[in-house]
């Protein structure tokens, strides 16, 4: 559950904002990078090629979810500019001589000059509130006196807190109506605190408690517990049903004190957490290790050429190749896939006369990653191999991850499936999946053994 970000919009889900600038973000999926926020990464997983390339990785599912969110952003957009006053050559005869002759570009340009003033993220203009406030400004006419900077700072924040307070009384009364979950999120900042969110869920939806900075009791999992059940204590312990953190020592030794103290609810640790560490367990076998390796001498070469990314890019048409790198979300693993993807494009690019008359070609290292893609059956096996193995458990992560639906009821079934279909892809050759299975079990039965999720696949009516 650790990450360096998390926002309220759900492109945050796949993607990540770099810690350099807020405004670069990059793909979960493919690990494709591209600047303008989170509107143009809206574009890059929705394949619509607006500015941006498409996404190479992304499910299908995910796909839909942003073409139908473009979509609707794009009606709505038309609803709001209308209401703001968009002027149609139908309309133009309604308006009045005076309204006609208003000068238009000298507004604007005070808009513009404010945001560029003040350094504004010019994705200010697409926000509704943006709209919303232009239009009130525009109904109260002339002679509005700006807000002071004590209003800003104190009266109108209290006004909007208070408001917001008011909005999660409905959340409130449905914790101690149907119970709630604790959910503990660690990340850290661009100044290297460690930050922790608590946030409760419930049937009502996911609502964000507070922030502390943990940085001096993170390590301590007598402090953490301590702290835990504190909040515990503020929301109801009557109210709570589970806590959930990741799986790191000091948390699960919090955890089990918080069960021991507090015997009418459980401590769980996230399943997306767990099944990144079973990713990263199989990630230090031998060949899964050499795979990755391997895989990423040819994508750190290719990107770290700008004329060979080039001829690459014309080969495969756009697509990227994701670089391995420590991260979540088993970015190594997509890496391999898109490596497999463009296996035509990579040889074609490497046997292409361009290639063989560039200086590029009579380099070691070049020779090296060619070898790789061109002579090298072992690399292409083990990377089949490798993704045989890992990609049930992506498919797994990918659920427990999402907020499609709730993940408790089905973690028992996906992961007795995610093993089956292992097997299956070895043609229940034990001895070629016996290791993979081992590592699953060991973290399953050490961590995502709990009884919540049993008792959520019993009573799970489907």
């Given at each position: 559950?650790?990450?360096t ?20 973000v ?9 600047w303008?926020g989170?509107a ?12 941006v390339i498409?996404?190479?990785?992304v499910?299908?599912?995910?796909k839909?979810i942003?073409?139908?969110?473009l ?6 957009k038309e ?7 968009e002027v149609?050559k ?25 945001i ?5 993220p ?13 239009k009130?400004?525009?109904d ?10 004590h ?8 006004k ?7 909005c ?5 009364s ?13 990340w ?10 608590f946030?409760?869920?419930s ?22 517990y ?12 009557e ?15 919090a ?19 767990c099944?990144?560490?079973?990713l990263?367990?199989?990630?230090e ?10 895989a ?18 014309k080969y495969?048409?756009?697509?990227e ?19 497999k993807?463009q296996?035509n ?7 292409s006369?361009?290639w ?5 070609g ?7 990653v060619?070898?790789?893609?061109l ?16 990609n ?5 992560l990918?659920?427990?991850d999402?907020?499609?639906k709730?993940?408790?009821?089905y ?20 001895t ?18 709990r009884p ?11």
């Open positions: 559950m650790s990450k970000k998390r926002e309220s919009d759900i492109t945050w889900k796949y993607c990540e904002s770099l810690p350099t600038n807020r405004l670069q990059k793909c979960k999926f493919c690990s494709h990078t591209c303008g989170i143009r990464m809206k574009h890059h997983l929705a394949g619509t090629k607006k500015d498409p996404c190479c990785s499910p299908d599912e995910v839909a942003f073409l139908k969110l979509e609707d952003k794009g009606k709505k609803e709001m500019n209308l209401d703001c006053g149609r139908n309309d133009l005869q309604q308006m009045t001589i005076n309204a006609s002759y208003k000068n238009r570009e000298d507004v604007i340009q005070e808009i513009c000059n404010c560029y003033g003040n350094a504004l010019f994705n200010l203009v697409r926000s509704p509130f943006f709209i919303q406030m232009l009130a400004v525009g109260y006419g002339k002679g509005l006196k700006p807000p002071s900077y209003e800003v700072r104190v009266s109108y924040l209290k909007a807190v208070d408001k917001v307070q008011k999660l009384e409905k959340y409130k449905d914790w101690e109506k149907w119970g709630c979950t604790l959910m503990c999120d660690g850290t900042d661009g100044k290297g605190r460690s930050l922790t969110n946030l409760v869920n049937p009502s939806g996911t609502v964000f408690l507070k922030s502390i900075d943990t940085s001096d009791v993170i390590k301590d999992g007598k402090k953490m301590e702290l835990l059940d504190s909040i515990v204590d503020e929301i109801g312990e109210h709570v049903v589970q806590v959930v953190t990741d799986g790191a020592s000091n948390l699960v030794a955890g089990r004190m918080l069960m021991e103290k507090r015997t009418k609810l459980f401590w769980s640790p996230c399943a997306a957490h099944l990144d560490l079973i990263e367990d199989i990630g076998l031998p060949v899964f290790y050499n795979t990755i390796s391997n990423k001498k040819v994508t750190t070469y290719i990107y770290r050429h700008t004329w060979v990314l080039n001829l690459y890019r495969s048409n756009g697509r190749l994701a670089r391995p790198a420590v991260t979540r979300f088993a970015t190594a693993y997509l890496t391999l896939n898109c490596i993807q296996k494009a990579l040889r074609s690019m490497f046997a006369e361009e063989a008359t560039s200086p590029h009579t380099k070691s290292e070049a020779k090296q060619m070898n790789l893609v002579s090298d059956g072992r690399f292409w096996r083990s990377i089949t191999y490798c993704l045989k193995c890992v049930p458990l992506v498919k797994v990918r659920l427990v999402g907020d499609a709730p993940a408790m009821p973690i028992y079934e996906a992961m007795d499936r995610a093993k089956e279909k292992i097997a299956e892809n070895f043609q229940k050759q034990e070629r999946y016996k290791k993979v299975w081992k590592i699953i079990d060991t973290r399953w039965n050490l961590q995502l053994h919540l999720h049993a008792a959520a696949y019993y009573l799970n009516p489907r």
